[in-house]
Nanobody, 115 residues
Framework: QVQLVESGGGLVQAGGSLRLSCAASKSIFSINAMGWYRQAPGKQRELVAGFSRGGDTNYAVSVKGRFTISRDNAKNTVYLQMNSLKPEDTAVYYC?????????WGQGTQVTVSS
């Protein structure tokens, strides 16, 4: 099993930045894939950014060039650096991990971008 704990959400003005963190309870080096998803009110949960164990990364079109996913294997932590935030980025952001056996989710962290 993998427990995921997100942090770093908050309220920010449009154009500002936030960095989200996701701390995993086991080595992320052994996890097949990890990523960040978000869910806005009334909308489906969508992939924001993710990477595979091999290091390949992918981003939603809406965040390319503004968001960067990264990881620190020594700290078992994945980050999402969010720059040039827009009101439409407002959502609950969830960390996700797939260890090849099951899929795990964090509790979510709220990101609110004011115009």
């Amino acid at each position: 099993q993998v427990q995921l704990v997100e942090s770093g959400g908050g309220l920010v003005q449009a154009g500002g930045s936030l960095r989200l963190s996701c701390a995993a309870s086991k080595s992320i080096f052994s996890i097949n894939a990890m990523g960040w998803y978000r869910q806005a009110p009334g909308k489906q949960r969508e992939l924001v950014a993710g990477f595979s164990r091999g290091g390949d990364t992918n981003y939603a079109v809406s965040v390319k060039g503004r968001f960067t996913i990264s990881r620190d294997n020594a700290k078992n932590t994945v980050y999402l650096q969010m720059n040039s935030l827009k009101p439409e980025d407002t959502a609950v952001y969830y960390c996700n991990a797939d260890d090849g056996v099951d899929t795990y989710w964090g509790q979510g962290t709220q990101v609110t971008v004011s115009s």
